[in-house]
């Protein structure tokens, strides 16, 4: 009969991601994460097999996270809610929002993935693309070029640079921000789209 585990994968992945968001992606190390959790350095080897299988881990969880409500959303066909769902949820989650919008996932996680994360990377990407594809048609009738670059801006692009000042900053972003962000959507897609 095995021992009962004192730790599991979910507590280290939240204690790399607070490190990560809170003092960068290099000083989120497996001894750093064994401390703030109070576990043994062997705990963290026994659950990830390196610190960039520990990051990815982090990444996936923070991409799911924020992908889940901004998809239901173009799902339902209201691409003015999923543009709003990045200043909201920057609010809602600061320290994902820092790993999410200010590295690449190439800066958490560098080198080979298992093929079990690469899969998870090809499904969370191929749901996005499959999610904006559909709504892109649904509110065009077509998904041209012109009309999947019109609503990528809309969507992702406007709300990122209207965000990504204040988590530089380490503040939230301001009640306004969702204004300019209604008032370039109605620009650039019109109001019934």
Not at 33 to 41: L, T, W
Not at 145 to 169: F, G, H, K, S
């Amino acid at each position: 009969m095995g021992r009962n585990a004192h730790f599991n994968n979910e507590q280290f992945v939240d204690a790399a991601l607070k490190i990560a968001a809170g003092q960068g992606p290099a000083a989120m190390t497996i001894a750093a994460v064994a401390r703030e959790v109070g576990a043994p350095v062997g705990s963290v080897y026994h659950r990830f097999l390196s610190r960039d299988m520990l990051l990815a881990e982090v990444w996936l969880k923070v991409v799911s996270s924020f992908q889940e409500a901004f998809l239901q959303a173009l799902q339902k066909g209201k691409g003015l809610d999923a543009a709003l769902h990045t200043p909201r949820w920057v609010r809602q989650y600061p320290a994902e929002a820092r790993i999410l919008l200010l590295y690449r996932r190439e800066e958490l996680a560098a080198g080979d993935w298992q093929d079990d994360l690469k899969e998870r990377v090809l499904r969370i990407k191929c749901t996005l693309e499959d999610g904006m594809n559909d709504y892109v048609k649904r509110a065009f009738g077509k998904a041209g070029r012109e009309e999947r670059n019109r609503t990528v801006y809309a969507l992702i692009d406007v709300p990122y640079a209207a965000v990504i000042r204040y988590i530089r900053q380490g503040v939230k972003p301001p009640r306004d921000v969702d204004d300019y962000i209604r008032q370039t959507y109605s620009a650039i897609m019109g109001r019934e789209k």
